[in-house]
C-alpha cells in the first residue's frame, strides 16, 4: 500500500492507521467523536495527501475543461474555483472534483485518491493538441484545515487573512484552496512533498488537533456531501445525486449532457435522500436494506451515527414517490426493521452558515 509523506507523523501522533483506498491513513488519533468535535468548535487538520492533483493549461483550456465538466468552467475568475463533476457518456459519475483557475490560462484539479488513474486516462484520452495536462499526484502533498478557528491557522502559515470561499492563492510553489469537506470553514493547502513534514508541524504548533479519516466521514455525511464510490457511481447520474446545481445544462456541450438533458425532461429514476433514524439502532452502514410496506425498495449507500445530532443517518437513492421529506422508512440492520424518516439536507446547519 501507499505512504503519504506524513505517515510517520500520523504514527507519532498516535494514530490508528487503516486500509483506504490503497493507502495508509490514519482513520482516528484520539477518537471520532472527539475529533468531529473539534472541527465542530474549535478546528483540526487532516492529511489528505492521498488526493489527486492535475494541471492543465493552454490556449483553450478553458474550453476543453468546460467540455469534459458539468460546471462552467469559464466563468471562473482568476483565483475562484468551484465544485464539478465528470461524467460518462451515459451521464454516470467518473469523479468529482474541484477545479481552480489560478492564473490566466492555468487550473489546478483535486481528484479522489482511489480515482486518479482513472481520470488522468480520461482527460489524456481526451487531450487536444495544445493543452497541457500533467499528473502532479506524486510531487504534491495535501492538507485540510477545517473548523471556526481555521483562519488563525491560514494567518499563521500564509501571513495573511483566510479570503473568501471557494477561492485560492499561490504561494511560490504552494497553493491554499478555501473549500473543504466539513461545511466548516477552512482551506486545504497543496505543497510539495519536501515542505509536507513542516506545514504540518506548523499547523499543529498554531492549534490544529489532527483528525483522522472517521471524523472526516462523519462530518461531511452530517452535511449530506456525497461521497465518490458509494454516494457517486458510474450508474447514476448528479440529477439523481441532488447535484443539479452544479450542472450546467446551458453549455454548448460536454460529455454526458445529452443523457442528463434527457433525464431532466423524463424525470429522474430515484434520488438521493436523507435519512433520519427515529428509534434508538445500532450504527446505520452503507448497503443496509431500506423498507416500505414490508418491500425493500432500496439500500443506504452511507450512514454513521451523527456526533452532533445523537441520531443515526444515512443516505439512500430512493423511488421520487419516496423520496419526499417526511416520508417514513425502515432500515434493516442484521435482521431488524429501525424506523427512519426522510429529512431535507443537510443533516446538520454548521454555526457559521
Wanted: hydrophobic fraction near 45%; aromatic fraction near 10%.
Amino acid at each position: 500500500m501507499k505512504r503519504t509523506p506524513l505517515y510517520s507523523k500520523h504514527l507519532e501522533a498516535g494514530g490508528r492507521v487503516v486500509d483506504f483506498a490503497g493507502w495508509e491513513m490514519p482513520v482516528q488519533y484520539t477518537g471520532i467523536l472527539a475529533e468531529h468535535q473539534t472541527v465542530r468548535s474549535a478546528v483540526g487538520v487532516f492529511d489528505i495527501s492521498h488526493m489527486g492533483e492535475f494541471f492543465v493549461g493552454g490556449e483553450g483550456a478553458a474550453a476543453w475543461l468546460d467540455g469534459l465538466l458539468t460546471n462552467r468552467v469559464a466563468a471562473l475568475a482568476i483565483g475562484q474555483g468551484h465544485y464539478t463533476l465528470m461524467l460518462n457518456e451515459r451521464g454516470g459519475v467518473i469523479d468529482d472534483l474541484i477545479v481552480y483557475r489560478y492564473a490566466d490560462k492555468d487550473y489546478l484539479l483535486i481528484v479522489n485518491a482511489a480515482k486518479i488513474d482513472e481520470d488522468a486516462a480520461w482527460m489524456e484520452g481526451h487531450l487536444p493538441p495544445g493543452i497541457r495536462f500533467e499528473n502532479a499526484s506524486e510531487r504534491y502533498a495535501a492538507i485540510a484545515i477545517q473548523g471556526p478557528e481555521a483562519g488563525k491557522i491560514y494567518r499563521g502559515l500564509f501571513d495573511r487573512e483566510m479570503p473568501e470561499k471557494n477561492t485560492i492563492e499561490q504561494f511560490s510553489t504552494a497553493f491554499a484552496g478555501v473549500t473543504g469537506y466539513t461545511g466548516e470553514e477552512g482551506f486545504e493547502a497543496f505543497v510539495p512533498v519536501a515542505d509536507a513534514v513542516v506545514t504540518w508541524e506548523k499547523a499543529l504548533e498554531l492549534g490544529a488537533k489532527p483528525c483522522g479519516l472517521g471524523a472526516r466521514d462523519t462530518l461531511r455525511l452530517e452535511m449530506a456531501y456525497p461521497l465518490n464510490g458509494s454516494d457517486l457511481s458510474p450508474d447514476r447520474t448528479p440529477l439523481e445525486a441532488g447535484l443539479g446545481f452544479f450542472v450546467d445544462l446551458t453549455k454548448e456541450a460536454f460529455i454526458g449532457k445529452a443523457a442528463l438533458a434527457e433525464q431532466k425532461a423524463g424525470g429522474v429514476p430515484s434520488r438521493l435522500a436523507a435519512l433520519k433514524v427515529l428509534d434508538k439502532a445500532p450504527p446505520i452502514r452503507s448497503h443496509y436494506p431500506v423498507v416500505a410496506d414490508g418491500k425493500v425498495v432500496a439500500e443506504t449507500t452511507s450512514g454513521a451515527l451523527s456526533p452532533s445530532l445523537g441520531v443515526g443517518i444515512a443516505l439512500a437513492y430512493l423511488p421520487p414517490e419516496l423520496a419526499k421529506v417526511g416520508q417514513e422508512l425502515a432500515i434493516d440492520v442484521r435482521g431488524k426493521l429501525y424506523r427512519a424518516q426522510v429529512v431535507k439536507k443537510p443533516f446538520y446547519q454548521p454555526a457559521n452558515r
